[in-house]
């Protein structure tokens, strides 16, 4: 048993860590820059102090370090690239890396234009105002300019407003040297340096050995939205999505269980049939539409039935007692509650009820019978744990249901839960939030296998996870 644990311990690491791999890929190929997502205001103030701004949202999200242990690439590119911190900077300087391969070159040409725009900074507004404008706007658009004739139309206007006689004395000499710069760019090309291969090692400090490792500490980052640690916005949904979920779930398996072992005890009964019937039609019926009719005729008074409220969890002030919270508390869970349950009751009782009458076709059974023993007991004693195979493979669903929870009750009926949550994180690209519930929901599932599995030799003693030997 201790080397089975040991080994689907093993195997839990290595399927996280291929997850961890894919998530956090999906993560860094999210569009947008994670600092400009994080920073809601923009940063007033002079260039150099949005510099220094910028660095230190970038140092605070981790986006200033390598990405992976290693880095597979070729010669053309450098390994430090990452320590530029500006996103679209970088994206600029990748793309034109790809178009002419000589690094070196792309390098000088990109410092010729922060040299330039630090001069243009300096010079007074009291020169010509629309000239001075121009050239700004058309130096900082060489920043994301990668297409050559994009860069040229900025040098042509960056000329036009060098027109101006105190611009030119005043820039001239800058301006022609980024212009040479980028003429070298473009005439020495090293486009050969694409097929030569390159390997670095970045070590440990980078942003995946951060991120995966601060996983398993609790430090999930910061969420792009709110700014405000993940941890502590997953917990203020997680609550509400357990709450139902475990509500759900005891009334499921309360219900269904019983009605399935009546349902085989009492096998091709009109009871077993009506009851089949019965169940299979909520079965049938969608959760949204059931969720949707159930707001209209039950919290609207068009239809004489306002017996419930329509969305959210109620208002609660600080002056209420336990009881007046709990009973707040659930009278706006009753509908939510209904509709995560009536569906799955004909699914887990058929389970149950095919399970127990494959056990009462046993030899065991008919033994059991045969000695004279209450009825009562071959049902519960005999039969039910062993029926109980097909309930225990659901436990692999219950763990990442009860995390993820019912997206779309909860969005339906406004509960603040992880279903919301992840809707809502989506539609505002707040992927570390997203990215956090998909590594919650692969750890969990991951986790009810392996209760599966110690649940399967738990009901049978048959089962045997040591290795047979020839």
């Known amino acids: 048993m201790q080397k089975y644990l040991l080994k689907r311990f093993w195997i839990l690491l290595l399927t996280l860590?291929?997850?961890?791999?894919?998530?956090?890929?999906?993560?860094?190929?999210?569009?947008?820059?994670?600092?400009?997502?994080?920073?809601?205001?923009?940063?007033?103030?002079?260039?150099?102090?949005?510099?220094?701004?910028?660095?230190?949202?970038?140092?605070?999200?981790?986006?200033?370090?390598?990405?992976?242990?290693?880095?597979?690439?070729?010669?053309?590119?450098?390994?430090?690239?990452?320590?530029?911190?500006?996103?679209?900077?970088?994206?600029?300087?990748k793309r034109l890396i790809a178009r002419?391969?000589?690094?070196?070159?792309?390098?000088?040409?990109?410092?010729?234009?922060?040299?330039?725009?630090?001069?243009?900074?300096?010079?007074?507004?009291?020169?010509?105002?629309?000239?001075?404008?121009?050239?700004?706007?058309?130096?900082?658009?060489?920043?994301?300019?990668?297409?050559?004739?994009?860069?040229?139309?900025?040098?042509?206007?960056i000329h036009t407003a060098l027109e101006n006689e105190a611009l030119y004395s005043a820039i001239h000499q800058d301006s022609e040297r980024l212009a040479n710069a980028y003429q070298r760019v473009v005439n020495e090309p090293s486009k050969y340096k694409h097929y030569v291969p390159k390997f670095a090692w970045h070590g440990l400090d980078n942003q995946y050995h951060i991120w995966f490792s601060n996983f398993f500490t609790g430090n999930f980052g910061y969420s792009y939205e709110s700014n405000q640690k993940i941890e502590t916005k997953i917990w203020s949904h997680l609550r509400w999505t357990l709450l139902l979920n475990v509500l759900a779930l005891f009334i499921i398996f309360s219900i269904s269980i019983p009605i399935g072992v009546y349902g085989a005890v009492h096998q091709d009964s009109w009871l077993d049939h009506w009851g089949s019937l019965g169940l299979f039609i909520l079965y049938s019926l969608p959760s949204f539409w059931i969720a949707t009719l159930l707001i209209i005729f039950f919290t609207t008074p068009e239809y004489g039935m306002d017996w419930f409220p329509t969305h959210g969890l109620g208002d609660i002030s600080e002056d209420d007692s336990f009881w007046d919270i709990f009973w707040m508390r659930a009278y706006h869970l009753v509908l939510p509650v209904f509709c995560m349950s009536y569906a799955s009751l004909a699914f887990v009782s058929r389970q149950m009820r095919g399970g127990m009458i494959d056990v009462f076709q046993q030899d065991y059974i008919r033994t059991a019978r045969a000695k004279g023993l209450a009825e009562q007991l071959v049902i519960?004693?005999?039969?039910?744990?062993?029926?109980?195979?097909?309930?225990?493979?659901?436990?692999?669903?219950?763990?990442?249901?009860?995390?993820?929870?019912?997206?779309?009750?909860?969005?339906?009926?406004?509960?603040?839960?992880?279903?919301?949550?992840?809707i809502d994180s989506i539609y505002a690209r707040d992927w570390p939030v997203v990215y956090t519930i998909l590594m919650f929901s692969a750890l969990m599932t991951m986790i009810g296998i392996l209760v599966a599995d110690l649940l399967y030799a738990w009901a049978d003693p048959r089962v045997s996870f040591a290795k047979k030997s020839k």
Do not use: C
């Open 17 to 93: 860590f291929a997850v961890s791999l894919f998530a956090f890929a999906l993560s860094k190929m999210a569009p947008g820059d994670p600092v400009e997502q994080f920073e809601d205001v923009p940063i007033q103030g002079s260039k150099a102090q949005r510099l220094r701004s910028y660095k230190r949202t970038a140092q605070k999200l981790g986006v200033d370090k390598p990405l992976f242990y290693f880095q597979f690439s070729s010669a053309a590119y450098p390994d430090t690239l990452y320590r530029i911190t500006n996103y679209y900077e970088r994206e600029t300087i």
């Open 380 to 422: 519960w004693k005999h039969s039910f744990r062993n029926a109980l195979f097909p309930i225990i493979t659901l436990v692999a669903s219950i763990f990442p249901g009860l995390l993820a929870g019912s997206l779309v009750i909860e969005v339906i009926f406004s509960i603040p839960g992880m279903g919301k949550l992840t």
């Open 100 to 157: 002419y391969g000589n690094w070196e070159l792309i390098q000088n040409y990109w410092h010729e234009i922060h040299e330039m725009e630090r001069k243009i900074e300096k010079l007074p507004d009291s020169l010509d105002r629309n000239a001075l404008i121009k050239l700004r706007q058309n130096t900082t658009d060489l920043f994301v300019f990668h297409k050559p004739g994009k860069i040229n139309k900025a040098f042509r206007n």
